[in-house]
Each structure stands twice: as C-alpha cells, then as structure tokens.
C-alpha cells in the first residue's frame, strides 16, 4: 500500500496561517474519518496533534486544525510561531486493515 | 502520565532476528482501553506501522511485514516485544513502541525511539 501524498515543505512568516495537504484514495483517508496529524521535531518522537481527522488531544493549542474533504486531508497552523518548525506527517487507517503514513512535510517559520 | 521505553540491541547482523522490547508505566499493560504496537522510521520509507497487539493477546500485523513479525505480550513484566526475522541493510531504522487507544485508530503515546541498525 502506497503512503498517503504530502508536500515535502511548506513555509509561512510569524503570525500567518498555512495549510499542509495529504492525499490518499478512496481505500484509505476517503473510506474513513481516522486521520491524524503528527508534529515531529528533529532527533524526537512524533507528537499527536490531530486525530479523527478534526479532534485535537488534551493540551495541543487551538491552532492547530484539521480537515477532510473527499481523499484528501488538511492541516491548518494559525498564527504560525517559531515553535511550529518542525516535519508533520498525516495518517490513516485503510480498508485492508492496515495503517498509513504520509511522505512528511517540512515547516519552516521564515 | 504513560510512559514507553524501548530497549534492545542497536547493531543486528543480516539474516539475524531483531528483538525489542517496550516497557510501559504510568499505566497498565492490561488496560482494555489500549492496543501497544511498533511503528519504524527510516529515511528511505519513512514511517511504517508493522504490528500491533491487545491484551487479549490478539495481533495485528501490516501485511508487507506479516512473515517476518511478531509482537507479543508480557503482563506480568508491564512489556511488550517485537521481533522481526531475517532482516536486511532495509530494515536499519529508528523503532517506536506505541500505544493506540481503543476507541480510534491513533497513536497518542510513543515511546523516544531506539536506532537499530543491520550491519555485518
């Protein structure tokens, strides 16, 4: 099964919104709402910032949302801050029973 | 607060079997809330989830690794292990322990990870 399709960078400045994109298909992120989101800074364990595609975990900030539409994924970083640096990596769970990442993409705060 | 530890091996020969474990606290290993499974990280392929397992006992395995792996569960000692045979120069990667919690399908706690690498 093929990983689930990212851009391999996105940037923003301080303060602005961006939004990082995760393409699947109709077996995996368009069967289900079992999307994730994972923040991962370097030489550290991924961190979940997202999952059931809009549900953020206890302690993540309110900046960080999630959204699906049809086989693709979205995750939205408001009010971008230096902290945000780091690869973030979607999820999902697909019809074979099994569990997909995507290829990550790389934030930087210019 | 649950915390994961993996520990094992960082140098595996080619065609030996990987073993680790993940001790878990914080927390029971035989909450019927969690699945515990592994999940690896290596440039090449980025992450991989290869298997997972309930307290029942009952396994979960990614069907690309299903003949190699095997995950397997130790309540009396709060640790869960993986082990994974014949392994190639492929298979150098950092490896998580995970947990997923029951009522979706995340990973909401890992473990900091641990390098194995396959060499002769």
């Known amino acids: 099964q093929s990983a689930l399709t990212q851009p391999a960078s996105v940037s923003g400045s301080p303060g602005q919104s961006i939004t990082i994109s995760c393409t699947g298909t109709?077996?995996?992120?368009?069967?289900?709402?079992?999307v994730s989101w994972y923040q991962q800074h370097p030489g550290k364990a991924p961190t979940l910032m997202i999952y059931?595609?809009?549900k953020r975990p206890s302690g993540v900030s309110n900046r960080f949302s999630g959204s699906k539409s049809g086989d693709t994924a979205s995750l939205t970083i408001s009010g971008l801050q230096a902290e945000d640096e780091a690869d973030y990596y979607c999820s999902s769970y697909t019809t074979s029973s099994n569990y997909i990442f995507g290829i990550g993409t790389q934030v930087t705060v210019l | 607060q649950l915390q994961l530890q993996e520990s094992g091996p960082g140098l595996v020969k080619p065609s030996e079997t990987l073993s680790l474990t993940c001790t878990v606290s914080g927390g029971s290993i035989s909450s019927s809330n969690s699945y515990w499974g592994w999940i690896r990280q290596s440039p090449g392929k980025g992450l991989e989830w290869l298997g997972s397992i309930y307290y029942t006992g009952s396994t979960y395995y990614n069907p690309s690794f299903k003949s190699r792996v095997t995950v397997s569960l130790d309540t009396s000692k709060s640790q869960f292990s993986l082990k994974m045979s014949s392994v190639t120069a492929a298979d150098t990667a950092v490896y998580y322990c995970?947990?997923?919690?029951?009522?979706?399908?995340?990973?909401?706690?890992w473990g900091q990870g641990t390098q194995v690498t396959v060499s002769s």
């Open positions: 995970a947990r997923r919690p029951l009522s979706t399908v995340t990973v909401d706690y």
């Open positions: 059931d595609v809009i």
């Open positions: 109709s077996s995996d992120i368009g069967a289900y709402n079992y």
